[in-house]
Protein backbone atom coordinates (compact mmCIF):
# COMPACT_ATOMS: atom_id res chain seq x y z
CA UNK A 1 0.00 0.00 0.00
CA UNK A 2 1.80 3.03 -0.62
CA UNK A 3 1.66 5.41 1.81
CA UNK A 4 0.56 9.38 0.56
CA UNK A 5 2.83 11.76 1.11
CA UNK A 6 0.88 14.29 -0.95
CA UNK A 7 -2.89 13.36 0.30
CA UNK A 8 -1.22 13.35 4.22
CA UNK A 9 0.53 16.42 4.13
CA UNK A 10 -2.31 18.12 2.31
CA UNK A 11 -4.51 17.26 5.63
CA UNK A 12 -1.76 18.65 7.94
CA UNK A 13 -1.36 21.60 6.09
CA UNK A 14 -5.37 22.39 6.16
CA UNK A 15 -5.23 22.08 9.88
CA UNK A 16 -2.34 24.45 9.56
CA UNK A 17 -4.49 26.99 7.37
CA UNK A 18 -6.86 26.72 9.97
CA UNK A 19 -4.49 27.31 12.97
CA UNK A 20 -3.62 30.53 10.89
CA UNK A 21 -6.91 31.80 11.48
CA UNK A 22 -7.65 31.64 14.79
CA UNK A 23 -4.53 33.17 15.25
CA UNK A 24 -5.52 35.72 12.69
CA UNK A 25 -8.84 35.57 14.03
CA UNK A 26 -7.82 36.45 17.66
CA UNK A 27 -5.61 39.88 16.73
CA UNK A 28 -2.00 38.34 15.81
CA UNK A 29 -0.11 38.32 12.78
CA UNK A 30 0.41 35.47 11.03
CA UNK A 31 3.61 33.13 11.00
CA UNK A 32 6.44 34.63 9.21
CA UNK A 33 9.30 32.10 7.93
CA UNK A 34 12.20 33.42 6.36
CA UNK A 35 14.39 31.17 3.69
CA UNK A 36 17.87 32.06 2.38
CA UNK A 37 18.87 30.55 -0.85
CA UNK A 38 22.39 31.08 -1.54
CA UNK A 39 23.17 30.43 -5.21
CA UNK A 40 21.45 28.97 -8.19
CA UNK A 41 21.30 24.86 -7.82
CA UNK A 42 18.14 23.86 -9.58
CA UNK A 43 17.15 21.24 -6.81
CA UNK A 44 17.99 23.77 -4.06
CA UNK A 45 15.69 26.46 -6.11
CA UNK A 46 12.79 23.67 -6.16
CA UNK A 47 12.59 23.02 -2.79
CA UNK A 48 12.85 26.89 -1.58
CA UNK A 49 10.06 27.62 -4.29
CA UNK A 50 8.10 24.59 -3.15
CA UNK A 51 8.58 26.27 0.96
CA UNK A 52 7.67 29.45 -0.11
CA UNK A 53 4.74 28.82 -2.08
CA UNK A 54 3.29 25.92 0.55
CA UNK A 55 3.41 29.17 3.19
CA UNK A 56 1.68 31.29 0.71
CA UNK A 57 -1.30 28.54 0.24
CA UNK A 58 -1.75 28.79 4.11
CA UNK A 59 -1.93 31.35 5.29
CA UNK A 60 1.43 32.34 6.07
CA UNK A 61 3.80 35.34 5.55
CA UNK A 62 7.35 34.42 3.80
CA UNK A 63 10.44 35.86 2.62
CA UNK A 64 13.33 35.11 0.36
CA UNK A 65 16.66 36.10 0.75
CA UNK A 66 18.65 35.14 -2.20
CA UNK A 67 22.10 35.61 -2.33
CA UNK A 68 24.81 35.53 -4.75
CA UNK A 69 27.19 32.13 -4.88
CA UNK A 70 30.07 34.52 -4.46
CA UNK A 71 28.57 35.51 -1.05
CA UNK A 72 31.18 35.59 1.63
CA UNK A 73 30.27 33.55 4.74
CA UNK A 74 30.69 36.98 6.26
CA UNK A 75 27.59 38.57 4.53
CA UNK A 76 25.47 35.75 4.96
CA UNK A 77 26.09 35.51 8.68
CA UNK A 78 25.43 39.67 8.74
CA UNK A 79 21.74 37.87 6.89
CA UNK A 80 21.09 35.78 9.69
CA UNK A 81 21.67 38.21 12.33
CA UNK A 82 19.50 40.68 10.72
CA UNK A 83 16.62 38.16 10.61
CA UNK A 84 17.47 36.97 13.98
CA UNK A 85 16.99 40.32 14.97
CA UNK A 86 13.44 40.97 13.15
CA UNK A 87 10.92 40.94 15.65
CA UNK A 88 8.34 40.49 12.50
CA UNK A 89 9.81 36.98 11.31
CA UNK A 90 9.45 33.86 13.30
CA UNK A 91 11.40 30.70 11.68
CA UNK A 92 14.58 30.85 9.48
CA UNK A 93 15.74 28.14 7.54
CA UNK A 94 19.30 28.15 5.19
CA UNK A 95 19.08 26.10 2.30
CA UNK A 96 21.79 23.33 2.30
CA UNK A 97 23.81 22.52 0.67
CA UNK A 98 26.03 26.05 0.93
CA UNK A 99 29.19 26.61 -1.65
CA UNK A 100 32.27 25.06 -0.52
CA UNK A 101 33.43 28.22 1.31
CA UNK A 102 30.85 29.06 3.38
CA UNK A 103 30.85 26.73 6.46
CA UNK A 104 27.71 25.14 6.99
CA UNK A 105 28.53 24.27 10.79
CA UNK A 106 28.98 28.44 11.60
CA UNK A 107 25.56 29.02 10.05
CA UNK A 108 23.46 26.69 11.07
CA UNK A 109 24.82 27.80 14.52
CA UNK A 110 24.14 31.28 13.83
CA UNK A 111 20.27 30.78 14.05
CA UNK A 112 19.39 31.76 16.86
CA UNK A 113 17.54 27.88 18.40
CA UNK A 114 14.04 30.39 18.64
CA UNK A 115 13.51 30.59 15.33
CA UNK A 116 15.95 27.31 13.80
CA UNK A 117 12.34 25.53 12.61
CA UNK A 118 15.05 23.39 10.43
CA UNK A 119 16.10 22.08 13.98
CA UNK A 120 20.03 22.39 13.01
CA UNK A 121 21.24 24.49 15.06
CA UNK A 122 23.44 22.49 18.24
CA UNK A 123 21.22 23.41 21.20
CA UNK A 124 17.87 22.03 19.00
CA UNK A 125 19.77 19.01 18.05
CA UNK A 126 20.57 18.36 21.43
CA UNK A 127 17.31 18.63 22.80
CA UNK A 128 15.99 16.39 20.15
CA UNK A 129 18.83 13.59 21.87
CA UNK A 130 18.02 14.69 25.17
CA UNK A 131 14.22 14.00 24.22
CA UNK A 132 13.32 17.96 25.03
CA UNK A 133 10.68 19.56 23.07
CA UNK A 134 12.80 21.30 20.44
CA UNK A 135 12.36 21.85 16.62
CA UNK A 136 12.88 18.56 15.29
CA UNK A 137 14.51 18.08 12.05
CA UNK A 138 11.94 18.50 9.59
CA UNK A 139 12.25 15.16 7.43
CA UNK A 140 12.50 12.94 10.32
CA UNK A 141 9.57 14.95 11.52
CA UNK A 142 7.66 14.72 8.50
CA UNK A 143 8.45 10.51 7.92
CA UNK A 144 7.33 10.08 12.11
CA UNK A 145 4.22 12.11 11.19
CA UNK A 146 3.41 9.62 8.58
CA UNK A 147 3.79 6.65 10.34
CA UNK A 148 1.33 8.02 13.22
CA UNK A 149 -1.15 9.14 10.74
CA UNK A 150 -1.09 5.65 9.04
CA UNK A 151 -1.10 4.19 12.27
CA UNK A 152 1.56 2.03 11.64
CA UNK A 153 3.04 0.02 14.74
CA UNK A 154 6.41 0.79 15.47
CA UNK A 155 7.00 -0.61 19.02
CA UNK A 156 9.42 -3.41 19.61
CA UNK A 157 10.06 -3.45 15.38
CA UNK A 158 13.36 -3.50 13.89
CA UNK A 159 13.94 -0.05 12.08
CA UNK A 160 16.68 -0.29 9.82
CA UNK A 161 17.83 3.24 8.87
CA UNK A 162 20.54 3.60 5.43
CA UNK A 163 22.53 6.33 5.79
CA UNK A 164 24.07 8.88 9.20
CA UNK A 165 23.18 12.32 8.23
CA UNK A 166 22.94 15.00 10.47
CA UNK A 167 19.72 16.17 8.76
CA UNK A 168 18.11 12.62 8.54
CA UNK A 169 19.57 9.33 9.62
CA UNK A 170 21.19 9.99 13.02
CA UNK A 171 18.02 12.02 14.15
CA UNK A 172 15.66 9.60 12.68
CA UNK A 173 17.44 6.81 14.54
CA UNK A 174 17.00 8.83 17.58
CA UNK A 175 13.39 9.33 17.56
CA UNK A 176 12.54 6.25 16.69
CA UNK A 177 14.17 4.30 19.26
CA UNK A 178 12.35 6.75 22.12
CA UNK A 179 10.27 5.57 24.40
CA UNK A 180 7.33 7.04 22.43
CA UNK A 181 5.02 6.63 20.31
CA UNK A 182 5.47 6.17 17.24
CA UNK A 183 8.69 4.96 18.28
CA UNK A 184 10.12 1.83 20.68
CA UNK A 185 11.69 0.39 17.64
CA UNK A 186 15.12 -1.71 17.83
CA UNK A 187 17.09 0.48 15.48
CA UNK A 188 20.34 -0.38 13.39
CA UNK A 189 21.55 2.62 11.41
CA UNK A 190 23.64 1.85 8.58
CA UNK A 191 26.40 3.36 6.63
CA UNK A 192 29.05 3.47 3.69
CA UNK A 193 31.06 1.70 6.08
CA UNK A 194 28.28 -1.24 7.11
CA UNK A 195 29.60 -4.53 6.23
CA UNK A 196 27.08 -7.06 4.23
CA UNK A 197 24.39 -4.47 4.14
CA UNK A 198 21.78 -6.93 2.98
CA UNK A 199 21.89 -9.10 6.20
CA UNK A 200 20.71 -5.81 8.04
CA UNK A 201 18.00 -4.64 5.85
CA UNK A 202 16.92 -8.17 5.54
CA UNK A 203 16.15 -8.02 9.04
CA UNK A 204 13.66 -4.46 9.15
CA UNK A 205 10.61 -4.26 9.69
CA UNK A 206 10.89 -0.64 8.74
CA UNK A 207 13.53 -0.12 6.15
CA UNK A 208 14.12 3.70 6.23
CA UNK A 209 16.55 4.59 3.20
CA UNK A 210 18.33 7.99 2.88
CA UNK A 211 21.96 7.72 1.37
CA UNK A 212 20.87 9.39 -2.11
CA UNK A 213 21.98 7.10 -4.27
CA UNK A 214 19.08 6.44 -6.83
CA UNK A 215 16.92 2.69 -6.82
CA UNK A 216 20.22 1.62 -4.71
CA UNK A 217 17.50 -0.48 -2.39
CA UNK A 218 16.75 -3.82 -4.58
CA UNK A 219 13.80 -6.10 -4.11
CA UNK A 220 16.37 -8.78 -2.56
CA UNK A 221 17.47 -6.12 0.09
CA UNK A 222 13.54 -6.38 1.62
CA UNK A 223 12.01 -8.54 3.71
CA UNK A 224 8.48 -9.70 2.78
CA UNK A 225 5.74 -7.34 4.22
CA UNK A 226 8.48 -4.65 5.40
CA UNK A 227 7.06 -0.76 5.74
CA UNK A 228 9.68 1.16 3.55
CA UNK A 229 10.74 4.84 3.30
CA UNK A 230 12.25 6.12 0.55
CA UNK A 231 13.65 9.41 1.38
CA UNK A 232 16.28 10.07 -1.71
CA UNK A 233 15.21 12.04 -4.56
CA UNK A 234 17.64 12.46 -7.52
CA UNK A 235 17.46 14.29 -10.47
CA UNK A 236 18.30 11.17 -13.19
CA UNK A 237 19.07 12.42 -16.80
CA UNK A 238 16.31 10.93 -18.85
CA UNK A 239 15.97 12.60 -22.46
CA UNK A 240 12.80 11.34 -23.68
CA UNK A 241 11.43 13.67 -20.37
CA UNK A 242 10.94 17.54 -21.71
CA UNK A 243 12.54 18.22 -18.47
CA UNK A 244 15.66 16.55 -19.04
CA UNK A 245 15.59 14.64 -15.45
CA UNK A 246 13.06 12.27 -13.82
CA UNK A 247 13.11 12.11 -9.87
CA UNK A 248 14.55 8.82 -8.99
CA UNK A 249 14.37 7.53 -4.57
CA UNK A 250 16.91 5.30 -3.07
CA UNK A 251 14.35 2.62 -3.66
CA UNK A 252 13.85 0.35 -6.63
CA UNK A 253 10.74 1.21 -6.20
CA UNK A 254 9.09 -1.10 -9.25
CA UNK A 255 10.82 -4.30 -8.10
CA UNK A 256 10.34 -3.49 -3.92
CA UNK A 257 6.63 -2.30 -3.80
CA UNK A 258 5.16 -5.71 -4.47
CA UNK A 259 6.98 -6.88 -1.51
CA UNK A 260 5.80 -4.35 1.35
CA UNK A 261 2.84 -3.68 3.53
CA UNK A 262 3.56 -0.19 2.72
CA UNK A 263 5.98 2.19 0.81
CA UNK A 264 6.58 5.87 0.21
CA UNK A 265 6.49 7.05 -3.38
CA UNK A 266 9.35 9.45 -5.36
CA UNK A 267 8.06 11.92 -5.85
CA UNK A 268 4.35 12.06 -3.96
CA UNK A 269 6.23 10.51 -0.39
CA UNK A 270 8.52 12.01 2.23
CA UNK A 271 9.62 15.22 0.01
CA UNK A 272 5.76 16.46 1.03
CA UNK A 273 6.02 15.84 4.09
CA UNK A 274 8.96 17.60 4.57
CA UNK A 275 7.61 20.51 4.07
CA UNK A 276 4.40 20.16 6.47
CA UNK A 277 6.74 19.23 9.09
CA UNK A 278 8.61 23.02 8.40
CA UNK A 279 5.22 24.45 8.33
CA UNK A 280 4.41 23.13 11.67
CA UNK A 281 7.61 24.35 13.29
CA UNK A 282 7.12 27.78 11.79
CA UNK A 283 3.78 28.18 13.43
CA UNK A 284 5.24 26.77 16.56
CA UNK A 285 7.99 29.35 16.41
CA UNK A 286 4.97 31.49 16.29
CA UNK A 287 3.15 30.21 18.96
CA UNK A 288 6.07 30.58 21.26
CA UNK A 289 6.47 34.46 20.65
CA UNK A 290 2.38 34.37 20.99
CA UNK A 291 2.53 32.42 24.20
CA UNK A 292 5.53 35.04 25.22
CA UNK A 293 3.58 37.92 24.25
CA UNK A 294 0.21 36.98 26.46
CA UNK A 295 3.15 36.23 29.30
CA UNK A 296 4.65 39.15 29.31
CA UNK A 297 1.11 40.75 29.65
CA UNK A 298 -0.05 38.73 32.29
CA UNK A 299 2.87 39.48 34.82
CA UNK A 300 2.96 43.27 33.75
N1 LIG B 1 18.73 20.51 2.19
C1 LIG B 1 18.23 19.27 2.14
N2 LIG B 1 17.27 19.10 3.06
C2 LIG B 1 17.16 20.28 3.71
C3 LIG B 1 16.31 20.74 4.76
O1 LIG B 1 15.48 20.02 5.33
N3 LIG B 1 16.50 22.03 5.13
C4 LIG B 1 17.43 22.84 4.56
N4 LIG B 1 17.54 24.07 5.01
N5 LIG B 1 18.22 22.44 3.59
C5 LIG B 1 18.07 21.16 3.17
Not at 205 to 230: H, P, Q, R, S, Y
Request: aromatic share 4%.
Amino acid sequence: MLLDGKKISDEVKAELAEDVRQLVANGHRPPHLAAILVGSDGASETYVASKVKSCEKIGYSSTLVRLSENVTEQELLKEIDAINNNAEIDGLIVQLPLPKHINEQRVTERVVPEKDVDGFNPINVGKLVLGLPTFVSATPMGIIELLKRYNIETSGKHCVVIGRSNIVGTPMANLLSRNSNPGNCTVTLCHSRTKNLEAFTKQADILIVALGKAEFVTANMVKEGAVVIDVGITRVEDSTNSRGYVLKGDVKFDEVESKCSYITPVPGGVGRMTIAALLQNTLLARKNRVTHIKYQNHVS
